[in-house]
């Protein structure tokens, strides 16, 4: 799995862990859920950290939680 499938995967676990959707979060953070949606599939290859950071405020988590999970030590290295 690369980074930009976990940052994917991560967004899609705390929406569940929530029970809200994709708009939902949208709403929450203030963006488009069009943006939601294009780090969630192939659009965005390289999903920008502001962006997720306001997802992380949208959610009231922080930025380094948002990292803590497995997903991320089992990524890919992206450089090849």
Known sequence: MNTKEAVAERIKMLCKERNITVNGLA???GVAPS?????LNTKS???GIVTIKIICD?????????????LFNETEQEIK
């Open 58 to 70: 949208g959610l009231e988590i922080s930025v380094r939680n948002f990292f803590d999970n497995d």
């Open 45 to 47: 290859k390289n999903p």
């Open 35 to 39: 943006t939601i949606y294009s780090m």
């Open 27 to 29: 709403n929450l953070c």
